[in-house]
């Protein structure tokens, strides 16, 4: 596996691959749900790219960039042992310049949900994203449907920009009581995490309705709203919404996404579910 901490040596590796390349980026301190996307992305592609890069743009001030976990080492064994063909791990100077042109996000979609609580996160996120895909120009570029509203902002950058990658959205991977693996889970004490688990079983509880043939979606998120609202500290959003963010009324099999955000003690969490 070459390591690639700057833009020649990356420039280089990459012009050596031939073939199909899966990408996959990320902020490291890697867990099975990014490996799951490493696998796919090995399993359908001729050459595996992975970036670990925590990217300052996609934080507000007061947030986490700090104290962000960083694990190089490990991450870097966990690539190679993927089959990993070139992880580029570039420091800031590397990605940005000074008075960049920069992107934004979508003004109604961009703007809802996470974007409304963490307004400019989006801007930050499309604009790291744009710049690692013009740099490794990869076949297809894995994410997770974790980061639901993310995903839907990047397909739509790709489109609307003429890009040249296909997404490939990848499910979500949980730890066997349902909690969504996230790198800010090792932020969670024990106490929290135990309550940190209302997220995934409000979700399930919200699938069993759908399940009994609930289709109202107020119905479904009052009833989650009780199961969260006993839990959590601060309960920012819950909402559903089709696929392509438009909040819904009535729920539409195969055409929705559940989404919920809380914190617990100091740490933030989302978590959703594609009916
Ligand atoms: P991050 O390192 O948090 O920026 O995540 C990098 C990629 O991994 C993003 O596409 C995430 O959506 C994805 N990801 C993170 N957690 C999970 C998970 N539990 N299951 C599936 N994908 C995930």
């Known amino acids: 596996m070459i390591v690639a901490r700057n833009n020649e040596r990356l420039k280089n590796s990459r012009a050596k691959l031939t073939g ?7 902020m490291g301190a890697l867990h099975e749900g990014h490996l799951s996307l490493i696998r796919r992305a090995r399993e359908e592609n001729d050459h595996v790219i992975v970036s670990i890069f925590v990217n300052p743009t996609q ?11 960083r694990k190089e080492e490990a991450d870097r064994k966990i690539c190679e042992l993927a089959g990993v063909d070139l992880l580029y791990m570039p420091t800031t100077d590397q990605l940005y310049h000074e008075d960049e042109l920069l992107i934004s996000a979508p003004k109604i979609r961009g703007y809802i949900l996470e974007g409304a609580k963490r307004p400019g996160h ?12 013009n740099l490794t120009r990869p076949t297809r570029a894995y994410f997770g449907k974790k980061d639901a509203q993310q995903l839907v902002l990047i397909s739509r950058m790709v489109r609307d920009y003429f890009m040249q ?24 004490s024990p106490e929290e995490r135990q309550r940190a688990l209302a997220l995934s079983r409000s979700l399930k509880r919200a699938a069993k309705m759908i399940q009994s043939g609930e289709r109202d979606t107020r119905r479904i998120t009052a009833v989650m709203r009780g199961i969260l609202e006993a839990e959590v500290d601060g309960l920012e959003y819950v909402a559903i919404v089709d696929r392509d963010f438009h ?17 617990v003690g100091l740490t933030r969490l989302i978590d959703n579910l594609w009916v």
């Open 20 to 26: 199909s390349i899966g990408f996959v980026p990320t």
């Open 59 to 69: 934080f507000l001030p007061g947030e986490d960039l700090e104290k962000y976990p």
């Open 122 to 133: 989006f801007d930050g996120v499309l604009q790291v994203v744009m710049k690692l895909l």
């Open 165 to 188: 990658t296909e997404i490939v959205s990848c499910e979500i991977v949980r730890d066997p009581d349902g909690l969504a693996l996230s790198s800010r889970n090792i932020y969670l």
């Open 247 to 263: 909040p819904i009324e009535r729920i539409v099999e195969g055409e929705s996404i559940i989404l919920v955000a809380a914190r």
